[in-house]
């Protein structure tokens, strides 16, 4: 689905620095209805590989994880084979605008760092978002829940140290991400309410890699965050030495040290909590 990164490459990577950070919200989120978290069905929309499904699958009663990439299904896939066979958790190759499922027919859905891949932006009035949103709603059962993992467009500014190397990376990112106010409304106009926002301050998406200050100079290291792909091939050479020249100097260790600081005060990820509306 992604409109910028290649993920039939990163899949074969991606689990390096990545994991499900946060999913004790997501649980408790689902918890909070009246139906017990066993007895839901949750949609993983945009599961790429896997990681919140399979920190999920075991909670509820069954997982719908949906990707458009192969490559990020076959890995999600053998995670979880034994739960496949089981029936607790099934796999679709689909857009997240178009779910093969029937309306109504789900009692969750969770999309976990997916949305800011979506072919739009503010210029055109997030169309694309608001008809993703629209299919969750078709999808989910009146009072059901929705949980949007996504990144403020302050933490894409200050939670993440190395961001500094790459200003025109970041910039077109956070053209593509939806900042928080702009996402409650594309909720509300959706037919959402009871939309708040819970931000683990706690969590780190990279894990541990975060502070490996080297870590920008490994090609693996990278494709853990998509950003990288938005660096173009010109530029990508001179932010690789700069990199290794502060290394050099000692002065690397430093740099991510100072640069690191704001997250602990903002963290790196944003929780969206909605409900679709009950029937009239």
């Not at 689902?30 to 699958?57: N, W, Y």
Request: include cysteine; aromatic fraction near 8%.
């Amino acid at each position: 689905m992604s409109t910028y990164e290649n993920y039939h490459q990163t899949s074969q990577v991606y689990d390096k620095t990545r994991s499900a950070g946060g999913v004790k919200i997501i649980r408790s989120a689902l918890a909070e209805s009246k139906l017990p978290l066993e007895k839901q069905i949750l949609v993983d929309a945009g599961c790429g590989t896997g990681l919140f499904a399979a920190a999920m699958v075991n909670y509820v009663q069954r997982v719908e994880a949906v990707d458009l990439n192969s490559g990020m299904l076959a890995k999600a896939q053998e995670k979880m084979l034994s739960e496949e066979k089981s029936g607790r958790i099934n796999f679709h190759q689909s857009t997240i605008d178009a779910l093969p499922l029937p309306d109504e027919s789900v009692d969750a859905v969770m999309t976990n760092q997916v949305l800011h891949h979506l072919p739009d932006d503010e210029s055109t009035g997030w169309p694309k978002h608001y008809k993703v949103f629209q299919e969750f709603s078709r999808v989910l059962k009146p009072g059901g829940s929705l949980i949007i993992n996504s990144c403020s467009h302050q933490q894409l500014e200050h939670g993440f140290w190395f961001y500094r190397f790459i200003p025109k990376a970041l910039r077109a990112v956070k053209e593509k991400h939806v900042d928080l106010d702009m996402l409650s409304e594309l909720l509300q106009r959706s037919g959402f309410t009871n939309t708040h926002h819970k931000v683990p301050l706690e969590v780190v998406m990279q894990g541990e890699a975060l502070f490996n200050a080297e870590g920008p100079l490994d090609p693996d290291w990278r494709s853990g965050d998509s950003i990288w792909s938005l660096v173009s091939d010109e530029d990508l050479p001179g932010v690789l030495q700069y990199i290794k020249t502060l290394g050099d100097s000692g002065k690397l260790e430093a740099f991510m040290q100072q640069h690191d600081k704001p997250r602990a005060s903002i963290g790196q990820i944003t929780f969206t909590i909605a409900r679709k509306q009950l029937s009239a």
